[in-house]
């Protein structure tokens, strides 16, 4: 167990709609990262969050958006959802920023769009 | 540009077997974090271990060891006496020497092992 939970497990839900996961790091981790993992991209990063506030961008979509609050959780909202939109989305925190400290994942979300 | 290469999609050994899976990177930076991730069947991602640009010390933790070398830009894995609790999907990852703490992944070798 990493430490990192995130709900829900799965979700099943069906084209144009909004999904929000969501994630709770490890205690005393300030930095969020959200991933997303499909069979033909692989493993990509989405956005970083350190202590509430953006600090990296990856190939995330417009239509998605996220947010570290107060208490260091972590939503990652997806709207105007589309087939290949179903993945396994992970988030993952670390004590700090940079890539010296190694990132613990959580079990994932593993997102159907119908 | 950044880039992580794993050129074995998939390798099948028998038990007891040694197994190396490769990785290649590129990155222009001269301070960077290399990692690997494995990915048992269950789905979850669990950390094995992160070198640094400066440190091409080999590793050997247990039945796993990694071999850094710069100079062919490579982070391979080898695991000694393979076992079939070792299938799973792994994953060599790089990560920038900055603030920025977002990692980049490889496409992962699977790898199975059978008794």
């Known amino acids: 167990d990493s430490g990192v939970t995130q709900t829900p497990k799965h979700l099943i839900t069906a084209t144009g709609q909004r999904v929000t996961l969501r994630c709770s790091p490890r205690?005393?981790?300030?930095?969020v990262y959200w991933y997303q993992q499909s069979l033909d991209q692989g493993l990509q990063f989405l956005i970083q969050?350190?202590?509430?506030?953006?600090?990296a961008k990856g190939n995330i979509l417009e239509r998605f958006s996220a947010q570290q609050f107060p208490d260091l959780h972590s939503e990652l909202n997806l709207s105007s959802l589309e087939l290949g939109d179903s993945a396994l989305y992970f988030c993952?925190?670390?004590?700090?920023?940079?890539?010296?400290?190694?990132?613990?994942f959580g079990p994932g979300t593993r997102l159907t769009v119908l | 540009a950044q880039k992580v290469t794993q050129a074995q999609t998939e390798i099948s050994v028998v038990e007891k077997e040694d197994v190396t899976l490769d990785c290649v990177y590129e990155?222009?930076?001269?301070?960077?974090?290399l990692f690997w991730y494995k990915q048992p069947p269950s789905g979850e991602l669990v950390f094995l271990i992160r070198?640094?640009?400066?440190?091409?010390q080999n590793e050997i933790s247990g039945r796993y060891s990694w071999n850094f070398q710069k100079s062919t830009s490579s982070f391979n894995f080898t695991i000694t006496a393979s076992q079939v609790v070792d299938s799973a999907v792994y994953f060599c990852?790089?990560?920038?020497?900055?603030?920025?703490?977002?990692?980049?992944f490889g496409k992962g070798t699977k790898l199975s092992v059978k008794p």
């Open positions: 990852a790089l990560g920038y020497g900055g603030s920025q703490g977002n990692l980049i």
């Open positions: 070198r640094n640009s400066f440190d091409e």
């Open positions: 205690s005393g981790d300030l930095s």
């Open positions: 969050y350190y202590n509430g506030e953006e600090r």
């Open positions: 990155t222009r930076d001269t301070t960077y974090y």
């Open positions: 993952a925190s670390s004590v700090a920023s940079g890539g010296t400290n190694e990132q613990f």
